[in-house]
């Protein structure tokens, strides 16, 4: 088995990729990340630092998109020099690929977009950790077509993440036996605690979210045993430019992962 994924398997507590939804400013990143990185090293959670250089999936045409892929991977890379924190990013065009590899850990691939060939083939030849999000539309066992383009491009670096299901209109719903479903690819299983709280294009012209839903639901993840968990996470969610609604405030990041992992502990 692969180092990396190894790790996320075996990790002490649980495997966290957490972040802010898109990269505001160069400060909110370091404010989020040095937070994140003295939470994460107290608490002993294997942790990626997640922010997205570009939102290219924006409800309105008119929504905040974030500063590009060059100022934002040269934004990821001082997280990265400075913090020695490792990087998550999404893609959404496969010749981001190469050039998001030089600065990140994982290429996470957007629920969205996990049926394209070509971005997935792309993700594949970096030689990075690849987390695909399963689409709203797809059935758990509909990832073994995502799985197997990967490893048929060449790689078992693979993390499968669960992000909601779409649930009539402008709504979600997570049915946890996808997750034990999905456990029998034989990769490490990501639960997406702050996606799958959305209301997509709940707002008309933006997403809305119920942010209030996302530890309850973290929490039966975790009982079921999933190997990680992904959330984006801001200072002041009320007033992020993307996401808001179904993020989780800063503040409450250490009370909330102290609660996760008691309940790992548990079930060991």
Not at 3 to 26: D, M
Not at 39 to 56: M, V
């Amino acid at each position: 088995m692969d180092k990396e994924v190894e790790e996320v398997f075996n990790s002490k507590n649980f495997t966290l990729i957490a972040g802010p939804c898109v990269i505001e400013s160069e400060e909110n990143v370091m404010l989020v990340a040095k937070k994140m990185k003295e939470i994460t090293e107290k608490l002993g959670i294997n942790y990626y630092f997640k922010a997205s250089f570009d939102k290219a999936n924006r409800t309105s045409i008119h929504s905040y998109r974030g500063p590009g892929i060059d100022k934002g991977l040269e934004i990821l890379k001082k997280v990265k020099d400075e913090l020695g924190l490792r990087i998550a990013t999404d893609i959404h065009e496969p010749w981001q690929a190469e050039k998001a590899a030089e600065v990140v850990d994982i290429i996470q691939i957007p629920a969205f977009l996990c049926r394209q060939t070509d971005l997935l083939i792309a993700a594949a030849k970096t030689g990075k950790l690849i987390n695909v999000k399963k689409a709203q539309f797809l059935a758990p066992w509909d990832m073994k077509n995502v799985v197997g383009k990967l490893e048929e491009s060449g790689t078992n670096k693979i993390m499968l993440c669960e992000r909601g299901s779409c649930f009539g209109y402008n709504n979600l719903v997570v049915d946890m036996t996808g997750l034990l479903e999905m456990k029998k690819f034989g990769y490490p299983i990501i639960f997406d605690a702050t996606h799958s709280v959305q209301k997509p294009g709940g707002k008309g012209n933006a997403t809305g979210g119920n942010r209030e839903y996302v530890e309850y639901l973290a929490k039966a993840a975790v009982a079921i045993g999933v190997d990680g968990l992904f959330m984006e996470v801001h200072p002041d969610p009320d007033n992020a430019l993307s996401d808001g609604p179904n993020m989780v405030k800063l503040e409450n990041m250490e009370e909330l992962l102290t609660k996760l992992i008691k309940i790992k502990n548990a079930i060991k």
